[in-house]
Each structure stands twice: as structure tokens, then as C-alpha cells.
Nanobody, 123 residues
Framework: QVQLVESGGGLVQAGGSLRLSCAASGRTFSGLDMAWFRQAPGKEREFVASVRWSGSTYYADSVKGRFTVSRENAKRTVYLQMNSLKSEDAAVYYC?????????????????WGQGTQVTVSS
């Protein structure tokens, strides 16, 4: 089992920045593929970014060039640095994990989830 706890959400003005963190406990962290998803009201949960056990990263087109995902295995933590935030980035952001494997962007492919952290962007 893996327990995930997100933090760092909040209210930010459009154009501003936030950094989300996700602390993991339980299973060996270094072998996990980690991802961020988000869900806005009335919309489906969507993939944002992932950092695999190997360190390789992948981004949704909508955030490419603005968001950066990273991991620090010694701290069992994954980060999402969000810059140039837009109103359409507002959502609940979820951290997710799965045993390391092929690249996956579907939410059903991830086994473990955090409780989510709210990101609100004011215009």
C-alpha cells in the first residue's frame, strides 16, 4: 500500500505560481511511477504530468512549458511547479502512484491516490 498526502494548493492570481507537493509513505518510493491529475467542477479527471521511476517526465499539452514535475526519492516526495497559471488551471489536483511500468496517462491505471488539494486562480 501507498499513502499519498498533497499540499501546497491555494488561491493565486492569474499569471502567478504555486508549487504542489505530494508526500508518499508505505511502499518503496523509488520504484513508483508518480503522476498529477486534476478535476474541475463538472469535468472528468484529467492527466496533468507524470514522473516515472526512471525520472522521465511527461506532460499534458495544456500545461507543457508552464508546469514542471519532479521527484526527490530521498524525501519520498513529488512536486508540481506551476507557473503562468490560467483560470482554466483551477481544479482539485490529485497525486497518484502506480508500480513502475510503461507510461500511463489514464486515471484508471493508477492504484493509489491522495485526497486532493484545491487550486483556485483568480483573474
Amino acid at each position: 500500500q501507498v499513502q499519498l498526502v498533497e499540499s501546497g494548493g491555494g488561491l493565486v492570481q492569474a499569471g502567478g505560481s504555486l508549487r504542489l507537493s505530494c508526500a508518499a509513505s508505505g511502499r518503496t518510493f523509488s520504484g513508483l511511477d508518480m503522476a498529477w491529475f486534476r478535476q474541475a467542477p463538472g469535468k472528468e479527471r484529467e492527466f496533468v504530468a507524470s514522473v516515472r521511476w526512471s525520472g522521465s517526465t511527461y506532460y499534458a499539452d495544456s500545461v507543457k512549458g508552464r508546469f514542471t514535475v519532479s521527484r526527490e526519492n530521498a524525501k519520498r516526495t513529488v512536486y508540481l511547479q506551476m507557473n503562468s497559471l490560467k483560470s482554466e488551471d483551477a481544479a482539485v489536483y490529485y497525486c497518484a502512484a502506480r508500480p513502475g511500468g510503461i507510461l500511463e496517462t489514464g486515471s484508471t491505471r493508477y492504484d493509489f491516490w491522495g485526497q486532493g488539494t484545491q487550486v483556485t486562480v483568480s483573474s
